[in-house]
């Protein structure tokens, strides 16, 4: 039986949650396609009806990519990827973040355009139960309806982004927040061509390319860094994450260490750390005190997967102190 990397390295809790944000992914993938078969009915000519049903069919990206990583990941390293396929999170980020941003550069060079130009979408009636409805009342209702899931989709994968530290459980959980917006945006455009505002169609469209496009830029960017190996930061990236002051701690603590500098890098959800030490003088470690440095590294949090502690004379280039870290 092919070892589960996962299951071997994640603690229980984390391992519930991580079965939580498959459900959860799979539950969004199931809404989604509901959505996009519903708004594909009632576009009509309408800009911002269009460039919704586009980000909806983008919002795909990032839970299909979340699902697909945790598949891979799961895979224990092997003599050609020795470093394990930790990394198939970053890479499925990075495939999320640059679809979002050409499809988002896309949609606001098009909105930007139909603005300039002054197009008028017209928007008809249908015949529904024997009555003449406006198109734009259904074009409401719909983005109505696609608010309330997204927003709780959102708010419960950010809580699990953070307890798993994934990126890309993160960046979908970004995605939930633009839908909701995308909806209201979409709906306050069509109800402007009602009242005879013919630009919000359009001003809408480009609220909604905008955000799709910021997003793209965001989550990118965050894993452009992430697979340059820049220096471990939490899930969001807004800050150096604290397990690299945790380990600083640690072995300054230790009674044959005399000074400590690190090296941290993210490999999806776990670290990879490198720690160079400058023993005392006369306390050069035994193999043993090296291993058991390890061990209690390891033990300060599940994410710390791997880690090289290196006696030196003097510190590589560009380590970090806890200092620094802070």
Not at 245 to 258: E, I
Request: hydrophobic share 50%; net charge positive.
């Amino acid at each position: 039986m092919t070892r589960d990397v996962l299951t071997e390295t994640l603690p229980p809790r984390q391992q519930r949650m991580l079965r939580r944000a498959i459900r959860l992914e799979w539950a969004t993938l199931a809404f989604l396609v509901v959505t996009i078969a519903a708004v594909g009915i009632v576009t009509g000519s309408s800009q911002a009806m269009r460039a919704a049903w586009i980000e909806d069919l983008l919002s795909l990206a990032p839970p299909i990519a979340f699902l697909v990583a945790v598949r891979i990941i799961r895979r224990p390293a092997t003599r050609t990827y020795p470093y394990g396929f930790f990394r198939s999170v970053g890479v499925a980020h990075l495939v999320a973040g640059v679809a979002l941003f050409a499809m988002g550069a896309f949609l606001l060079v098009d909105s930007v355009l139909t603005l300039i130009r002054g197009d008028r979408p017209p928007i008809g009636t249908v015949v529904l139960f024997g009555q003449t409805v406006w198109l734009g009342w259904l074009m409401m209702g719909v983005m109505a309806l696609t608010i309330p899931l997204p927003i709780y989709f959102g708010h419960q994968k950010m809580k699990l982004a953070e307890e798993l530290h994934n990126k890309v459980l993160y960046a979908d959980a970004d995605m939930n927040k633009a839908d909701w917006m995308t909806a209201v945006g979409t709906i306050v455009g069509v109800g402007g061509i009602g009242l005879g505002l013919w630009w919000t169609d359009a001003a809408a469209a480009t609220f909604i390319a905008a955000s799709i496009l910021w997003d793209g830029v965001k989550n990118t960017r965050a894993a452009v860094t992430d697979l340059m190996d820049t220096r471990g930061t939490t899930f969001d990236d807004k800050k150096p994450h604290p397990d690299l002051d945790k380990v600083h701690d640690l072995l300054s603590s230790l009674p044959w260490v005399s000074d400590v500098r690190t090296r941290t890098r993210d490999q999806g959800q776990f670290f990879h750390v490198e720690a160079f030490v400058i023993p005392k003088r006369g306390r050069t470690p035994s193999l043993r005190k090296l291993a058991e440095a390890q061990e209690g590294c390891r033990a300060l949090d599940w994410k710390i997967h791997d880690i090289v502690i290196v006696p030196v004379a003097e510190f590589p280039e560009n380590t970090s102190a806890r200092s620094d870290a802070s």
